[in-house]
């Protein structure tokens, strides 16, 4: 068959894709109706998105997906569909810890794609204040990196705020090295990036440029910008902050650690319904006598709870004293999480909830979102 008459057959195709896309969004349009007629003063119709809908959907389709169109396409694509469908009745309004081209931005579009609106706040409280003020319904934050620990301010914020934690999200992280062309190595003689960025690269800049003179900026896109007015110079950033400054990928992957991984998780006024495999985080504090943690664990282990993480920060309110946050395995409407939490109120000055939500897989960004 000749490539014009080819041509010709997705262009039908095409068209019955696009009917198609109408006829989805009369029906989510619809939905978002149904939504605000149902809302009341104290449930406000405020998030038109439902998570756990959007996941049950990008879920079922790429499991159905066993033809032709790559698996990771059902899902870009479906995304955009459902990012594009709820910006008819409400664009969603998301804030996230810029520039643009970090990796937080990569996090928040591959959680709500193209459609959203996205607010950029130039620090960590700008994305709490954001959400906390109702200028954007949901914000995105990292609040720790498997190589390099806790984001503390997040954690601090967090801990201290009325804020909730609504979803979450683990980016294997891979940092390329970017210039304004396909350069040779031989020719770079500076490589630019935030401190953390060239540490996670260090083993093979020192490999493969010696000679290159590293330097620190204040993110991995000052970074891009740089390498951008720099002719011998390349940057350490995301394949994001390439198509996003117009420049050249000329090595990815070159993380010293293959599992480098960052957590992010979304704010918002409430929780997450539970979904059967969720993750709780919680602040408690301990009363300050001998075998007050011991006992605080024991109300998680007598349970059947398995804690995920726990670590101490200092106390906002009096030196020397801690507040200790925590991940554990579970709702905190399941049974057994309340009766820990129970038990768990008895042992302890303060426990407050930060919320439970969907645990899920680290993911490895095969494309920009
Ligand atoms: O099912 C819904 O609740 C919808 O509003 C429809 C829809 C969709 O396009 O499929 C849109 C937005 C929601 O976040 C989830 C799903």
């Not at 169109?69 to 804030?95: K, N, T, W, Y």
């Not at 985080?281 to 059947?304: H, I, K, Q």
């Amino acid at each position: 068959m000749s490539i014009e008459s080819l041509r010709a057959q997705i262009d039908a195709t095409d068209e019955r894709i696009l009917d198609l896309l109408n006829e989805r969004a009369k029906l989510a349009l619809a939905i978002g109706h149904a939504k605000k007629a149902a809302a009341s003063p104290d449930r406000p119709a405020a998030l038109m998105r439902d998570p756990e809908r959007e996941r049950a959907v990008l879920e079922r389709l790429t499991n159905l997906a066993k033809g032709d169109f790559p698996r990771d396409s059902v899902r870009a694509v479906f995304r955009e569909i459902m990012s594009g469908c709820l910006s008819l009745e409400q664009p969603l309004q998301v804030a996230f810890l810029g520039p643009e081209g970090t990796f937080t931005q990569m996090a928040a579009r591959y959680l709500f794609g193209l459609s959203a609106q996205y607010r950029e706040a130039a620090t960590i409280e700008g994305v709490f204040d954001a959400v906390r003020t109702g200028a954007a319904a949901l914000g995105v934050v990292a609040i720790e990196n498997s190589t390099e620990g806790s984001v503390t301010l997040s954690a601090d914020l967090l801990i201290d705020g009325e804020l909730s934690v609504r979803e979450e999200l683990v980016l294997l992280i891979e940092h390329a090295l970017l210039a304004r062309d396909k350069v040779a190595f031989s020719s770079v003689q500076r490589v630019y990036s935030h401190p953390q960025a060239l540490a996670q690269c260090r083993g093979w800049l020192t490999k493969n440029l010696p000679t290159a003179q590293l330097v620190q900026t204040a993110s991995t896109t000052a970074a891009a910008r740089e390498a951008l007015s720099d002719p011998a110079g390349a940057a350490v950033a995301s394949p994001l902050a390439a198509e996003i400054h117009g420049l050249s990928i000329v090595r990815e992957r070159i993380q010293d650690r293959k599992e480098n991984a960052t957590r992010f998780i979304v704010l918002g006024r409430e929780d997450a319904p539970r979904t059967g495999n969720d993750r709780t985080t919680l602040a408690f504090s301990v009363l300050n006598e001998r075998g007050a943690l011991r006992r605080v664990l024991s109300a998680f282990e007598d349970e059947g709870v398995n804690l995920s993480r726990l670590e101490s920060r200092p106390s906002q309110e009096k030196p020397w004293d801690y507040v200790f946050l925590a991940d554990l395995d579970g709702h905190r409407l399941d049974p057994n999480v309340q009766r820990a939490f129970e038990n768990l109120r008895a042992h302890c000055a303060m426990v407050k909830i930060l919320g439970s939500y969907a645990r899920r897989e680290a993911i490895r960004l095969t494309a920009v979102p």
